[in-house]
T-cell receptor, first 115, second 116 residues
Framework: GENVEQHPSTLSVQEGDSAVIKCTYS??????FPWYKQELGKGPQLIID?????GEKKDQRIAVTLNKTAKHFSLHITETQPEDSAVYFC??????????????FGQGTTLQVKP | GAVVSQHPSWVICKSGTSVKIECRSL??????MFWYRQFPKQSLMLMAT?????????EQGVEKDKFLINHASLTLSTLTVTSAHPEDSSFYIC????????????FGQGTRLTVV
């Protein structure tokens, strides 16, 4: 089955700096890669996703890149702000693909943005 | 938008009692919903897939008799933790998808269960 590995587990940056979180996946057939932000005591919120037919997607300060050959995808946050502090999760569909919406999550990255 | 609502947001119950958590898709129909469990400082672990009008599919290691799932309509799935024990204390989160070609999943706000 699909295995999703996420690094680093914790990341501390100064406000205004960039943050990068990386994930690897095991199933080369996977075709959908979302990133979620989870604040304390709340459910995950989708912040950006990418499908396997593109290599990069950007939404204001957030971007995701995908390297299908290496089977990894990364979340890039530029000009970080204190409100970006949260736990970030990557995810991928299970292998073999089953119900749409079913996801396997990475271990999570706790991002701390220092003012 | 696609809104998924969970209720309650938190609950405290005594050992041995049962607790029901509801998950509703407010503005779309969801033939399939998913239930996750999250322990403190850990990732989300998929517990089961809830299928409207049929039995749920449980992940390996999840006790189906302890975690009862009902998906009676296209907008409502329920998770009942039966005979709860302190080790069942956790954060339970549901998600739903539009289905079909859509792979995007929308999550509820989660339910904090504390068994005392």
């Amino acid at each position: 089955g699909e295995n999703v590995e996420q690094h680093p587990s914790t990341l501390s940056v100064q406000e205004g700096d960039s943050a990068v979180i990386k994930c690897t996946y095991s199933d080369s057939a996977s075709n959908y890669f979302p990133w979620y932000k989870q604040e304390l005591g709340k459910g995950p919120q989708l912040i950006i996703d990418i499908r396997s037919n593109v290599g990069e997607k950007k939404d204001q300060r957030i971007a995701v890149t995908l390297n299908k050959t290496a089977k990894h995808f990364s979340l890039h946050i530029t000009e970080t702000q204190p409100e970006d502090s949260a736990v970030y999760f990557c995810a991928a569909p299970p292998s073999p693909p089953g119900n749409t919406g079913k996801l396997i999550f990475g271990q999570g990255t706790t991002l701390q943005v220092k003012p | 938008g696609a809104v998924v609502s969970q209720h309650p947001s938190w609950v405290i119950c005594k050992s041995g009692t049962s607790v029901k958590i509801e998950c509703r898709s407010l503005d779309f129909q969801a033939t399939t919903m998913f239930w996750y469990r999250q322990f403190p400082k850990q990732s989300l672990m998929l517990m089961a897939t809830s299928n409207e009008g049929s039995k749920a599919t449980y992940e390996q290691g999840v006790e189906k008799d302890k975690f009862l799932i009902n998906h009676a309509s296209l907008t409502l799935s329920t998770l009942t933790v039966t005979s709860a024990h302190p080790e069942d204390s956790s954060f339970y989160i549901c998600s739903a998808s539009h289905g079909g070609a859509s792979t995007e999943a929308f999550f509820g706000q989660g339910t904090r269960l504390t068994v005392v």
